[in-house]
């Protein structure tokens, strides 16, 4: 019976991709660095900022990267910053409201949790397992790991819920099923993952937030953990 539901952050719960690529653009800008597209920022896979930065800077230098980039991205976070997922809250308020222990492993740092935090406002969570807290960003799966070890939680009973394929690649490897949130994806970028991810591991595509609080009772009900008939 699925008793825990991990989630990734960024582009699952909430949309920071424009400010992520603002911060990394002015940061890098400031100290002489080419002016990067879009794609660029992209291409560099933004799953640990200070692992980010240490592509371009040197390592006694990165420290103080990673500082200037959230300057930045306080700065620049009201402009920037596109909101909680239309369905998130009142997904995380159902899981809550049914027992159901919930936890973040992102590869955001703590200092960026802590400025986001405080606009997102996402309610509390029982473990927070952030790129300060591991050795290897996704798609190692420490993360994961240290996760459910803080949970006291099995691969069995638990779900990471993400969107990227570096989520799905670090699913596997920690044995636990994967709900790919597809609802933060345009057409082109939904074709693009399942295509990435095929040959990776097995997951369930959701294109609504709603949606996973009802794969966890099917899923639960599929195992005996809920009798029939119980409210959702």
Not at 147 to 168: E, W
Not at 194 to 221: F, L, N
């Amino acid at each position: 019976m699925t008793r825990f539901v991990l989630f990734d952050l960024d582009g699952t719960l909430i949309d920071t991709l424009n400010l992520y690529v603002q911060s990394v653009v002015q940061t890098l800008q400031a100290t002489g660095h080419n002016l990067l597209s879009l794609e660029e920022v992209l291409s560099l896979r933004l799953n640990s900022e200070p692992r980010l930065m240490a592509h371009f800077y040197p390592s006694d230098e990165v420290e103080g990267a990673h500082r200037r980039f959230l300057e930045n991205y306080r700065g620049l976070h009201a402009s920037y910053f596109d909101g909680v997922y239309p369905g998130v809250d009142g997904l995380l308020t159902s899981l809550r409201s049914r027992g159901i222990k919930m936890g973040i492993v992102s590869g955001k740092s703590r200092g960026a949790w802590a400025i986001t935090r405080e606009h997102a406002r996402l309610g509390p969570f029982d473990t927070l397992v952030f790129d300060d807290d591991v050795s290897a960003p996704k798609p190692d799966c420490e993360g994961l790991v240290k996760a459910m070890s803080n949970l006291g939680a099995s691969p069995s009973d638990t779900v990471y819920v993400g969107d990227s394929v570096d989520d799905l690649e670090a699913a596997t490897a920690a044995g636990v099923s994967f709900y790919a949130a597809l609802w933060s994806k345009s057409e082109s970028d939904t074709l693009a993952f399942e295509q990435a991810a095929a040959g990776i591991g097995p997951y369930a595509g959701v294109d609504h937030p709603g949606k996973v609080v009802q794969m966890v009772y099917d899923a639960g009900r599929r195992q005996g953990g809920y009798r029939p008939g119980a409210e959702l």
